[in-house]
């Protein structure tokens, strides 16, 4: 974890980061929001980010800490060159998405919920996605793909790191 | 204010609107157990043990958030609500480390309590535990055991709102929600001031001070070593608590006997360098007044408040006085003075305080507190707590003890020093001192009205002979921090100030007796000011050792060797 | 503005981007621009139609053609065929899953045709991203209406009256929330919108913010403009970007058009909003948590009271609708409350949008009237259950809801009537489930939900759900008590009742619902450590295994076959099922309807390997090999009837040493197998031998002997330690129908009996009509067929889909030129001279649900018809022959004998099992009832009642799996001009290499760690 | 926008283009015979100047569609107006001048321009 630290390139993301706490400056209520564009600009949220934050917009870093520890969607882990999000949403548990997740946990040799020691992939398991006509369905970086099979979904993900 | 009727288990109560239905239940006559709730700190329903049945609602109410309405009906021991409070306190049971009999709590526990109140005898279930985060040894002041940890957030709410200092927070969601310092950093990386009031809210074992006992006891018995204890101000009307006394007695002279049946070869008292510390602060006070120093001059005695000010308002240390605290100066001179005068080899002295207080746990790790440069000055540092459980241990009847009196010299002291104890006590033993060396006449009343009470922050300002000095007092940091920021946006108006960390001062620090709440909080305060007008001595310059001290050793206030051994410096923290 | 010939509007909503929309429509573009047709065709984008997994949708207008599942390489011909030549391109049509009907537009595809669209009336229909559509649309001329023509007041008022309730799930009237807010002094006041949608299986809110954002705006300033609030907040998911995206650029439309800021329409009313983003926490769906995260802190509950209408976001009063509510509102007030009253029931009007998920054939999003009911939303819009399976529940209100089971599908859908049977109607999602759900496992999996969801602040939700979790977690592992269940129930009841906010009060719902329906799953896990449905993993070597009554270890020999131990693996099937060669070709195989193969290509030819396995070792070895026998233990067992059953407590008993008689009435041994199934299918000679082989072990077998008639049942009892009835069902049901003394009435089991005990029947010429839908019509009209009959007609009063036969029999039957009149039946049989002429039917249509799921038939007044008709063969069903029990020596109800859990009857001593205890059944659950109650009799004769082997196998892969999609291996079958002309075998067996082949395919589910 | 009539104006205008979409059988339909044949003919241009004579005038109640070979090869350019109520009226061997005099006759005047009808 360290190391991805230091592998952050703080030179292109501060000026970043600086205009985005300035566009919020002391708002705590934007909190949220923050969170959201830092991990976009970032792409996770490592610690020196949370306390930039913390002190662009005056709150503690604890209070950082755990709302970034409450929702789902942040991240304190950089996340994988291939992001994958697989939906276990009702529709797509019903058929058959934890097949998937063992597949796709074999086939990666990770489990869900860590990156790959390369850094290629990580896999993560997401609430419904919206996109329940499509069950089982997945987004590799953010792209969803949909009417999965076990094999499909490997195939998939096979042909986009070919591509 | 408007009023409403309800009716409460078939009785008809009247409270104003806006009342709780566990505050209307009080009147009722009604005791309604509650785990999470403490009033006007943490209102937020979370622990569902005070469920109510209210006619008509859907769901039990918890009576502690609930404010009431006109006409309704509660049952507060329906079988309904019983079932309710049953199940939450057994899940609330299957989560917990159960090391009952070997827990500092034991006894003193509101879950064990509420498990009995409730009559639970089993547990249906069993299951994981949450998150197995290990025990938080890392500060000499504070352990956390997560494993004990009820997740009732008192001390989220006391660490946020009343000290805010929000080292620690609720992390996670669900059922591995912990209560703990950002990132999985320790609480000594954490900004945590040491002060305790978690300690004093936490109603389980999951929030402890760090205990010394054994420690003083292996001292105690080495016959190589010379051991002394001072007792801080507050202590002694506290101590009586742990021993079925009723808040606001004054148990002094026994906890002098108590001391001395320990073994411990010389029992003195913290009050002797509070005077010290006035002489010494009133000074620092007056020069600054007369020098054009750093104004407003605030005062240094409360280990939490100065982690409080060096953490968060680095830029202000200035403003400090560079006194050490009591406690500090107390060590500095035993393993100096002291050891000079009684011919003792300081670092065969082992220097020991009961003190109401866990920062000073961590004060007197400090590496610049060593005049000696081998051993800390204050070796050991024992709460008020773990006092009461070495006489237990030693199984002495406390309450039969005599009353015995301090040794000399490091034992004399006025009601100036007890005064310590209570927010606006250093404020008014310095005002005592600092008009009758400035004014120089006798003041026509000791006691400074304005100074006392519980309000968050005080302030007055006093004539001294046409010089027209602005004092406040402030006690609990998020009232602190108030003052601050005026100091920070330059707009100030005050001379001196005085900061106590824990609200209603050291009588209500993390070291006291649990429980510690407002009214205990008061009570000790009255008993403090009273010990204040038991003294024959009331004015700090007139204690006759700190004239003797001064007069043998240290030579003038702020004088050299008052510099060497009484004041220190201040360093600005970050986060590591 | 200009004018095309043709507009194309394609669906850009998230479901039809997953299925490569975008390059669809990329594509079209291009063509559109090759072909030079940019001026006169014009391509939009649009929000969601609702089909999502027939994506990506499309319409070209005017003529409204729906095309499904386009993709970039079908868009040359669509163009030059549709757009060109004007030619309809059929293969892009949708098609009905089981009817197989086209639709070429929306009015004639089922999906569409059924629905009343209110809140997602512009979804697919405009371009979501283009303010004047949506205005062209009415969208903002109720918001005019209100700002200009009506106080804040009428405006609440109409909402009131309308009736409309929260879609979120609640179902709280909106009109009086509005007013609550309305009555609040306040400096400020606000009004936000709940698109935090979490459900997992909705996906409703998604859809209209993509497809119609400015409807949402439009009901927000409604609701701005009735309770005083002049800003509103969008708490939507990060999870839906392109709602997102849309959302904004719409308000930033609408900024600019005028429609949000100051004075908006002069009227002095000012109104602004702005989009907060969610984070991933199901909990910010509650109102008060949402507010603490628009406020930047973690999503955890407030206690209520106060409410948000008094005390909202930063403590000010405030109002929550979600994006569904909101959508409706805008057409309310334009239309009027009377208008908005005429749809939907009493207590619930309007309509409601359904997120249709799981395992229904038509997947989307529909929108219905309120009282709609749940069996016509499910098999009429959503198309039924796919791959032949059985509805089994439906849940509603995700995971704060619970589950409607197959006995209620009539019930209407509206707020109460969901609340009446256990569950609610959350924000909408409604996901079918089928046989292959185990209904403790899906209440395990919301309490997970739940568990992972719980913000975690109570006691109640925290700790509570998680021992709950923890229980059912046993449970699915076998290691459940029975005790468990009373203590969910009592957890589940409790916790409802103490904690702090909806989440945690409903988070018990789905377990609480599955076991007030479901209980018998519940105790099948913890009692019989068994799952139907073959999903707890725990408790099965694989799905198969599990499916199998009679507990045939599959994969095991199926491995064997690929090693070459044929043997081996014929003693593999026996050591669980006596009758491999029987079951090799009759079985109705369901461990083939749970093979996992199924999710990839086709599952496996289980039946056809089994069948394999026995020719094999018969053509190899020259018989079938006899089992090793016990040394005799002295005691007795006589058995009534050389059935299925009867044959396999046989095998077991005389196995273990017992002295075993076999009674038959018949001339012949077998029972149902030689005088119930046609040669063609199970030649008589095959099945001799495999009786020979249970002779040759040494069990006495006794025929033309009845029990009551010649032996008494009393009598036998008293000659044997014990004794076993399993005389089948023999008799065929009466139609109760006028005309059936006439000649050529007789019913199928006879007919198949007589032939099958040699009688010559000579059918050349003639017109047959077997009524009922069951194997034994399929077997009657076949064999008729090849007697010579010229023309069989097969009468059912469902339809096909609904008949009980085998799909493969039913399938055979029309190939051999059967005709099958499905939704009729038989009132009467029409006579000449005595003797059978025809059959008057009457249509049928059909009706409510039956409890079985089915549709029950209902007569259509006056459709009488008649059919032709010499021979009529009635094949509905058959009851058991009471000769038996003469005497009445056993208790027995409808002359089937009563049986304790033991499968013994009244009398000790004398057990009885199979059809004569459960009604007519497969041969496969005789060979179960048999096992089982050889091993009650082996323990009431004092042993241990173990019939099986329990020596471990060892699981592990030794071959590689056939990995690549690959359809299973036919089955040869006869030539058709030598099926009709005799009774040889139709189904010819695998050959080796086949069966190799077919071998490969199996996955090796019972091998845990691959 | 500052009122309802400003509103109303966009959907007015908004209305005719999506017009299209609707479902109103008050529509008059103007068929295009497009097949091979009639593309070579010259259908293309007819299509095209029907419908730039149909925005012109503004005609919103008009659509104009396409159809495959009408079956009369030798008459192409063919186009078909279909209005409820009355007859189909079918024109022939038209041209895009042809095609902007039907549209003003027939579908502005309502009288059928009989030099092109071929179906009486």
Known sequence: MSVMIENLNWEEINPQLDALLEEYHGDKSALIEVLHKAQEIVGYLPEPVQEKIADGLNVSLSDVCSVISFYSHFSTKPKGKYHIALCLGTACYVKGAPDIVDRLEKELKLKSGDTTDDGLFSLEMVRCLGACGLGPVMTINGEVYGLLSPDKAVTTLKEITKA | MKQINLCIDGKEVQVPAGTTILAAAEVAGKKIPTLCFLKDINEIGACRVCLVEVEGARTLSASCVTPVSEGMKVHTNSPKVRRARRLQVELLLSDHEMT??????????????????????????????KNSAPVDRSTPSIIRDPQKCILCRRCVSVCTATQTVEAIAATNRGFDTVIAPANGRSLADSPCVKCGQCVLVCPTGALIEREYVEEVWEALGDPTKHVVVQTAPATRVAIGEEFGYDPGSINTGQMVAGLRALGFDKVFDTDFTADLTILEEGNELLQRLNNGGTLPMITSCSPGWINFIEFFYGDELDHLSTCKSPQQMFGALVKSYYAEKYDLNPDDIICVSIMPCTAKKFEAGRT????????????????????????????????????????????????????????????????????????????????????????????????????????????????????????????????????????????????????????????????????????????????????????????????????????????????? | MKLFRNHILVCAGTGCEASGGLKVRKGLVEEIKKRGLEEEIKVVETGCFGFCKFGPNMVIYPEGVFYTAVKPQDIPELVEEHLIKGRIVERLLFKEELTKETGATTDEIKFFKNQVRIALRNCGHINPESIEEAIARDVYFGMGKALTEMTPEDVADVIHKSGLRGRGGGGFPTGLKWKFTAKEEADQKYIICNADEGDPGAFMDRSILEGDPHSVIEGMVLGGYATGATRGYVYCRAEYPLAVKRLKKAINDARENGLLGKNIFESGFDFDLEVRLGAGAFVCGEETALMNSIEGKRGEPRPKPPFPSVSGLWGKPSTINNVETFANVGAIIRNGWEWFRSIGTEKSPGTKVFALAGKINNNGLVEVPMGTKLGDVIFDIGGGVPAGKKFKAAQTGGPSGGCIPVEHLNVPIDYDSLIELGTMMGSGGLIVMDDDTCMVDLAKYFLEFVKDESCGKCTACRIGVTRMLEVLDRITKGKGKLEDIDLLIEMGEDIKLSALCGLGQSAPNPVLSTIKYFRHEYEQHIVDKYCTASVCATLFNSPCQNACPANVDIPIYIDLIRKGDYKGAYEVIREENPLPLTCGRVCNHPCEFKCNRAKMDEPIAIRSLKRFVTDYVQANEGHLPVPQVAPANGKTVAIVGSGPAGLTAAFYLKRKGYNVTVYESLPVFGGMLTVGIPEYRLPKALLAEEINTIQAMGVNMVANTTIGKDISLQELHGKFDAVYVAVGAHVEKSMGLPGEDLTGFMTGTNYLRDLALGKKIDLTGKKIVVVGGGNVAMDAARSSRRLGAENVTIVYRRDIKDMPAIPEEIHEAQHEGITILSMCNPVKVVGEKGKAVGVECIKMRPGDFD??????????????????????????????????????????????????????????????????VTGPDTVVNAVKAGKEAASAIDEYLGGNGQVVSDAYVKREIAYTILEEECPRAGMPLLDDRDRLCGFTEVELG?????????????LRCDVKDK | MKSIKDLQKIKEQMLEEIQLREKDPGNIQVEVGMGTCGIASGAREVMQALLDEVTKRNLTKVRVVQTGCIGMCAEEPLVIIKQPGKEDVVYGNLDENAARQIVVQHLVNGTPAQEWVINE
């Not at chain 2, 526990?109 to 994981?128: K, S």
């Not at chain 2, 010089?467 to 100091?487: E, F």
């Not at chain 2, 003294?535 to 310059?541: A, D, N, T, Y």
Request: with cysteine.
């Open chain 2, 100 to 129: 009952c009999p070997t827990c500092i709590r034991n006894g003193n526990c509101e879950l064990q309590q509420v498990a009995e109140d409730l009559g639970i005898r089993d547990i249906r279930f069993t299951g994981g535990k």
């Open chain 2, 368 to 576: 610049e507190m060593s005049v000696t440069g081998n051993t800390p000055d204050v070796d050991y540092v024992l709460t008020t707590r773990e006092l009461a459980r070495m006489i237990k241990q030693a199984g002495l009847n406390f309450n039969e003890l005599p009353e015995e009196e301090y040794d000399a010299p490091l034992g004399i002291s006025t009601g100036a020093g007890v005064i310590f104890g209570a927010t606006g006590g250093v404020m008014e033993a310095a005002l005592r001192t600092v008009y009758e060396v400035v004014v120089e006449e006798e003041l026509p009343s000791l006691d400074f009205e304005f100074a006392r009470g519980l309000e968050g922050v005080k302030e007055a300002e006093v004539d001294l002979k046409g010089t027209k000095v602005k004092v406040a007092i402030a006690h609990g940091l998020s009232n602190a921090r108030r003052l601050l920021d005026q100091i920070k946006d330059g707009t100030s108006p005050y001379h001196f100030i005085e900061v106590m960390c824990c609200p209603g001062g050291c009588i209500g620090g993390g070291g006291q007796p649990i429980p510690t709440n407002t009214e205990i909080r008061q009570k000790r305060i009255d008993a403090t000011y009273q010990a204040d007008r038991d003294m024959p001595l009331r004015k700090s310059h007139e204690n006759p050792a700190v004239t003797t001290l001064y007069e043998e050793y240290l030579g003038k206030p702020l004088g050299e060797k008052s510099h060497h051994l009484l004041h220190t410096h201040y360093t600005k923290r970050r986060r590591k």
């Open chain 3, 851 to 916: 409890r079985s799921g089915r549709r029950r038939p209902v007569e259509i007044e006056g459709s009488n018809f008649t059919i032709e008709a010499d021979i009529i063969i009635p094949a509905i069903g058959q009851d058991i022959d009471g000769m038996y029990n003469t005497g009445n020596v056993v208790e027995a109800k409808w002359n089937m004998p009563v049986v304790g859990k033991n499968y013994m009857t009244s009398v000790e001593g004398i057990f009885a099992g199979g059809d004569c």
């Open chain 3, 990 to 1002: 695998y050959g080796l290499d086949a069966a190799l082949k077919e071998a490969g395919r199996c």
